[in-house]
């Protein structure tokens, strides 16, 4: 099933009354602070969201964000795919305070306004879903060019306390 694209702001309090469900695609390139570390040209991301009401009628997003990307390999350097996906159940929190109570099943999210920023709850999770150091599965050193040896040529300089030395020498014979 083809995706349409996400709105980038939605009213997500009157959503979880409503218990709605949205799914989309956003482009990667909207995701500002996502492209400032991943290689992500053509990149769409697939997001699902769903809003609701828990059993003390808190407000709830769940959260579902998937999407390839690429990402430097930490042991070769270059440029590797890497499926991202990220899970997450989120409470509307009106205020810090709230946040601070927010049950352990949930993370708070402060959400003041009257339209919550959907790309920035999306790249948020992305960001948290990637790896802190990408490295390719198989080992990759093996593809980087090998170095040729060459012996390291010491040059033995005089020892400057060896002064030093013939002085207590002469000193200790008088």
């Known amino acids: ?43 769409t991301i697939s997001a699902s969201l769903r ?48 946040a601070q109570q927010c049950p352990n099943q949930y993370e708070p999210l402060v959400y003041t306004g009257d339209e919550l920023d959907l790309y920035e709850v999306i790249e948020e999770e992305l960001l948290l879903g990637l790896p802190v150091a990408p490295m390719h599965e198989a080992m990759c050193i093996d593809a980087l060019p090998e170095l040729e040896a060459t012996p390291i040529v010491e040059d033995r300089k005089p020892n400057p306390f060896a002064v030093l030395a013939n002085l207590t020498n002469d000193s200790n014979e008088s």
């Open 51 to 98: 809003f609701l009401r828990d059993e003390q009628r808190r407000f709830v997003v769940s959260v579902d964000v998937a999407g390839d990307v690429g990402v430097r390999c930490e042991r070769c350097l270059d440029i590797m795919p890497l499926a991202v996906e990220a899970h997450s159940t989120l409470m509307l929190c009106s205020s810090d305070e709230q």
């Open 1 to 43: 099933m083809k995706q349409g694209p996400l709105p980038k702001c939605f009213d997500a309090r009157k959503a979880c009354v409503k218990e709605l469900e949205l799914s989309g695609v956003v482009k990667a390139s909207a995701l500002s602070r996502l492209a400032s570390v991943v290689s992500c040209e053509d990149t």
